[in-house]
């Protein structure tokens, strides 16, 4: 797999099965021991700037998308996650969005802030989506993550510089880099890590944490008002709806 230049994940999946197998299916521990995992080269990922969000989100092929990508970047959700959100996961007393099925099959809460909520407003009173928040092309099935990735490339392409606000967006910009803007400006504001470990819906890192923050992760999972406290960055940026007092352009 190495000389067929086969990317490390995919080798260390296949050693996690290949352990599985000869440890546990056929009883042979002693084939495993040249089975070893590959290391994977880290890569700093790509974060735009509270400017740069702004201007991409105002960028947005429409209401439909601004509000999915104000989600993924207000909420910090996996491109996955964005799609298969329901109208019923909008929880707008408690403030909470609900995210079933995320990644390892885990259902968990993400923040619902006060700004997120007006963009998901919008894009309901427009569209009336009954089952799925952001439908497809057939309203019975959920918009794909393939339809996210395409509006999001038009979007970075289409970001107005503005006045005095330097050069267009030239990063490489997907629906993830708004996840991984989300957790930087959370941290850029002081958030605890541990809180943003969360926010994220990530596994408790085993190696290192100790039993206290294990413990201080289970109960963050079930404290909802931690999760309501936390300002998302979205409310910082500046405000992406006019003010209802302010006469038509």
């Known amino acids: ?17 290949l352990r599985f197998f000869f440890k546990v299916t056929v009883d042979r521990p002693d084939v495993t021991k040249l089975l070893t995992f590959v290391a994977e080269p880290r ?33 910090g959700l996996r491109v996955s996650e964005v799609a298969s959100l ?58 794909t993550t393939r339809q996210l990735n395409r509006a999001c490339h038009a979007a970075a392409h289409m970001a107005d510089p503005g006045s005095g606000s330097g050069a267009r967006i030239t990063k490489r910009v997907t629906p993830h880099t708004l996840r991984h803007s989300f957790a930087t400006h959370l941290f850029e504001q002081n958030v605890d890590i541990r809180i943003i470990q969360v926010l994220l819906g990530h596994a408790n890192p085993g190696s290192g944490s100790g039993a ?35 006469p038509p352009a």
């Open 1 to 17: 797999m190495t000389e067929s230049r086969v990317r490390p994940p995919t080798i260390n999946s296949t050693v996690t099965a």
């Open 43 to 75: 890569k700093i990922p790509v974060v735009l700037s509270p400017e740069e969000v702004a201007r991409f989100l105002e960028a947005a092929p429409g209401a439909k998308y601004k509000a999915a990508f104000g989600a993924a970047y207000g909420a």
């Open 86 to 143: 329901k109208v019923s996961d909008i929880d707008s007393k408690r403030m909470l969005l609900r995210v079933e099925q995320g990644k390892g099959h885990k259902d968990r809460l993400a923040m619902l802030s006060p700004q997120l909520l007006e963009l998901l407003r919008d894009w309901w009173h427009i569209a009336r989506p009954r089952i799925w928040l952001f439908p497809g092309c057939d309203p019975v099935l959920a918009m």
């Open 212 to 246: 206290r923050l294990e413990t201080t992760a289970l109960y963050t999972h079930v404290a909802a008002n931690i999760i309501r406290a936390v300002t998302s960055p979205l409310d910082r940026l500046t405000p992406l709806r006019p003010k209802t007092n302010e």
